[in-house]
């Protein structure tokens, strides 16, 4: 499965202290400063081809991506938790000065391999985030990737339709995904502070994510009656601002099984949610269905 692959990379990997290369040394991101607060962003990506192809999920992006830069302060920094870097036995951040664009998926045309997204990493950033946010786990500092990961598709192919010039540095978030969900909320709740630094916090997964039963050519407005519920859910436990809630999702039995026989893909909503105030009002976008089982639901908090 593509979203497991990142499991692979990195054999005892949470241990990296290799130094700052010179081309690190040259980013131009040394260090966040003081801000308005930076909005917090969960984004439905569902198909990789949503990168490239002129549909609505991918004209949506655009906008907010539009909206986003128009606004008074811009991002220092975009900080991504995507459903496609799951790691185990701690957390990590991507390191490197030029992280590459990662094709983690088969099958597709030539055009979607070619996609590349050239953002600048923030190795020092990095460096200092490792160090300043903590394990939900263990109490101790992140992990630094220096050369193994990247940007995978769940990062790059909704910022390349946001920010297409690609000049805001990005860090990646991986997520151990042998620790339950109510530790990614609390790692959430951790980078609340840095939107007052500069940082957008962006989730990419999916509200709902059940490939086994996808059901290709299906409308936006079609979708399984499970997955309907699951959905609804959510967004009503968004609307009210029951945040906490959400890392309970798998109270929800049956359904949730269903939404996610797998929840790599929702998980990454817990780490935006845990970033939101209690006072800030959603703003959905793109709330349909592909295939029928992938929900694109998004959310704008800020």
């Known amino acids: ?64 991506g539009a909206e986003l830069m128009a606004r008074a302060a811009q991002p ?65 500092a992140l992990g630094v990737d220096d050369g193994e990961w990247g940007l995978d598709h769940g990062t790059w192919s909704v910022l390349k339709p946001m920010f297409p010039q690609a000049q805001i540095p990005v860090v990646q978030l991986s997520m151990d995904y042998s620790r339950a969900p109510a530790e990614h909320y609390a790692l959430g709740r951790q980078l609340r502070a840095l939107r007052e630094r500069g940082v957008l916090i962006v989730g990419s997964g999916n509200v709902v994510h059940n490939l086994r039963a996808s059901r290709r050519g299906s409308a936006a407005n079609e979708a399984y009656d499970w997955a309907a519920e699951f959905d609804t859910t959510v967004q009503e436990q968004i609307k009210k601002g029951q945040l906490d809630a959400l890392q309970d999702f798998l109270q929800l039995g049956a359904v949730a099984r269903q939404a996610h026989p797998t929840h790599e893909h929702y998980l990454p909503l817990l780490y935006a949610a845990g970033a939101v105030l209690p006072s800030e009002m959603p703003r959905f976008f ?17």
Not at 94 to 107: E, R
Request: glycine share 10%; aromatic share 10%.
């Open 1 to 64: 499965m593509a979203a497991l692959a990142g499991l692979a990379a990195f054999p005892g990997a949470f241990f990296m202290t290799a130094s700052l290369s010179s081309a690190a040394t040259a980013s131009a991101l040394q260090a966040l400063k003081p801000s308005p607060r930076m909005p917090v962003l969960f984004v439905g990506h569902g198909s990789p081809m949503n990168a490239i192809e002129d549909n609505a999920w991918r004209r949506s992006w655009q906008s907010v």
């Open 76 to 140: 220092q920094l975009i900080l991504c938790v995507s459903a496609h870097w799951l790691t185990r036995g701690g957390w990590q951040l991507t390191g490197m000065a030029s992280p590459k664009t990662i094709h983690d998926f088969g099958g597709f045309p030539q055009a979607l391999f070619d996609q590349q997204y050239p953002a600048p990493g923030a190795p020092q950033v990095a460096r200092s985030l490792a160090a300043e946010l903590k394990s939900p786990a263990t109490g101790g």
């Open 286 to 302: 793109n709330t349909g269905f592909q295939s029928a089982s992938i929900s694109m639901r998004s959310v704008l908090w800020g």
